[in-house]
Structures are given as C-alpha cells and as structure tokens.
Nanobody
C-alpha cells in the first residue's frame, strides 16, 4: 500500500505565503505525475498544479505566477509554494499521486492524501 501525508496548511493573511508538503511512502516503484488539488466549501475539487517525474509542470490559470510546484523524486515528495495568497485560495488542499507499485507490473494506482486546510483571511 501507499500513503500520502501532507503538512504545512494553516491560517494566513491575504498577500502572505504558505508552503505545503506531501510525502509518499510504501511499496513505490515510481510516481508520475504528482499533483495538488483543492476543494473549497460548496465547490468541486479542482486541479491546482501537476508535476511530472522529469519536472514538467502545469498550473490552473487562477494560480499561475503565484504558486510553484516542485518535487524530489529520490524522496517521493512534492511541495507547493503559495505566494500572494488570496481569500479565494481558501480550501482544503489534497496531494495526489499516480503510483506504480512494486510487483504490480505496468499498472498505475491513484492515491490521495488526507487533505490540509488553508485559510486566507482578507
């Protein structure tokens, strides 16, 4: 099995910064891609950013220029640096990983973290 553990959420004023981290553990052969999603109250979960194993990134238009996703392939970790935070960034943020498990052949499995709350006060 695989576990994703997130950390780094909290309360911050508008204009401030937070850094989220996520560590994957278990019988991991490879992970591609890793991503962050978020879900605000009353809204559907939305993709925030993705990063492939070779470092290619993709961002939601709403966070471009403010958020930066990065990963450490050797440690199976992914981070989200969030700057210039806005009230509309308030949400539960979820780490996501598409994982090839040792012994599973070529099949990938999708895993989610438990979520971490980010609250931006205006």
């Amino acid at each position: 099995q695989v576990q994703l553990v997130e950390s780094g959420g909290g309360l911050v004023q508008a204009g401030g910064s937070l850094r989220l981290s996520c560590a994957a553990s278990g019988s991991i052969l490879s992970i591609n891609p890793m991503a962050w999603y978020r879900q605000a109250p009353g809204k559907e979960r939305e993709l925030v950013a993705t990063i492939t194993s070779d470092g290619n990134t993709n961002y939601a238009d709403s966070v471009k220029g403010r958020f930066t996703i990065s990963r450490d392939n050797a440690k199976n970790t992914v981070a989200l640096q969030m700057n210039s935070l806005k009230a509309e960034d308030t949400a539960v943020y979820y780490c996501n990983a598409r994982v090839k498990i040792i012994g599973s052949g070529y099949q990938y499995f999708n895993y989610w973290g438990q979520g971490t709350q980010v609250t931006v006060s205006s």
